[in-house]
C-alpha cells in the first residue's frame, strides 16, 4: 500500500508539472511566432534587394523558430495524452500501452532540449522512475518509439544548404520574388595546405636572412676598422702638427715681417684639424 500510495503522489506532481508545461507552452509560443515573422519578413527584403547570401544565412533564423513551433505542437499533443492517461501510470509499466509509453519517451527527450519548459525536466525525472534506467537512456538518446518528427525538429541541422534553399524559395514565392541559386556553391572547397614545402620555405628564408645577417656583421667590422684606422692616421697628424703650431704661433708674436707666411700655415693647420 505505501508503494502504490507513492506512485499515486508521484503521478499526481507528473501531472501537474504537465499542466503547467501546456499552460507554459501558449506564452512561449507568441514570442517565436514574432521572431519568425520578422525573419521571414527579413528575408524577404533580402532577396528583393539581390542579396542572396544573406537572405539564405537570415533563413536560419526562420527554419529555427518553425522547427521550435512545430515541436510545442507535437509536445503539447503528448502532455495532454499523459494527463488524460494519468491513472494508467500507477500500473506497473509493463502494463502501460504503447502509446503511453510513446509519449512518456517523447516528453524525457524533449526535456533535454526545450529550455523555455523547465517543467519538463521535473517531469522526465518522475518518468525515468516510473519507466526504468534503461528505458530513460533510450528516451535521452532520441531512439526506440520516440517520434522522429519531433526528434528532427528539436535536433535537426538547420544549416543544410538544400533545406535553406527550399525555404527561401517559399518566402520568395510568397512575395512574387524570382530567385537564382546557380551562383551559390553546394559546397565549401577544401583549402589545403601543404606543411612540408611551408617548413621549407620557411627554413631557406630564415636561412637566407641569417646569411644577409652575417654579411652586414661582416661589413660592420670592416667599417669600424677602417674607422679606427682613420682615427689614428688622423690623431697621429694631429699631434705631429702641434708642436709645430705651436714654434709657428711663437714665432708670429717674435716676428713683425713674416706675418702672412705663418698665418698661412696656422690656416692649413686649422684645415687639417677640420676646422676651417
Keep these: 500500500m505505501g508503494l502504490l500510495r507513492k506512485t499515486s503522489k508521484q503521478t499526481a506532481k507528473l501531472k501537474s508539472l504537465l499542466e503547467l508545461a501546456v499552460t507554459r507552452i501558449a506564452v512561449a509560443r507568441r514570442p517565436r511566432v514574432a521572431r519568425k515573422s520578422i525573419a521571414s519578413s527579413d528575408v524577404s527584403q533580402l532577396l528583393a534587394l539581390g542579396h542572396l547570401d544573406r537572405a ?100 535537426g541541422n538547420t544549416t543544410n544548404m538544400e533545406l535553406k534553399k527550399k525555404v527561401t524559395k517559399e518566402i520568395a514565392a510568397e512575395n512574387n520574388i524570382l530567385v537564382d541559386f546557380s551562383g551559390i556553391p553546394e559546397e565549401t572547397e577544401d583549402i589545403s595546405v601543404d606543411f612540408s614545402e611551408l617548413q621549407e620555405v620557411t627554413d631557406d628564408g630564415n636561412s637566407n636572412i641569417q646569411e644577409l645577417i652575417d654579411e652586414m656583421s661582416c661589413q660592420d667590422d670592416m667599417d669600424g676598422s677602417s674607422e679606427l684606422e682613420d682615427d689614428h692616421q688622423h690623431s697621429h697628424r694631429t699631434n705631429t702638427s702641434g708642436p709645430e703650431s705651436d714654434e709657428n704661433v711663437q714665432v708670429i708674436t717674435n716676428s713683425d715681417g713674416s706675418d702672412d707666411e705663418i698665418k698661412g700655415q696656422r690656416s692649413r693647420k686649422w684645415w687639417h684639424l677640420g676646422c676651417t
Design 56 to 155: 539564405l544565412s537570415r533563413t536560419e533564423q526562420v527554419i529555427q523558430e518553425d522547427n521550435m513551433l512545430e515541436a510545442f505542437g507535437i509536445i503539447e499533443l503528448y502532455c495532454n495524452r499523459l494527463i488524460e492517461q494519468a491513472a494508467l501510470l500507477d500500473k506497473p509499466h509493463r502494463e502501460c500501452n504503447e502509446e503511453l509509453r510513446e509519449a512518456a519517451a517523447s516528453i524525457m527527450f524533449a526535456a533535454g532540449w526545450c529550455g523555455d519548459l523547465p517543467e519538463l525536466l521535473f517531469a522526465r525525472t518522475i518518468l525515468a522512475d516510473k519507466f526504468g534506467n534503461d528505458f530513460a537512456v533510450a528516451a535521452k538518446e532520441g531512439t526506440d518509439i520516440i517520434d522522429p518528427i519531433l526528434v528532427w525538429k528539436l535536433s
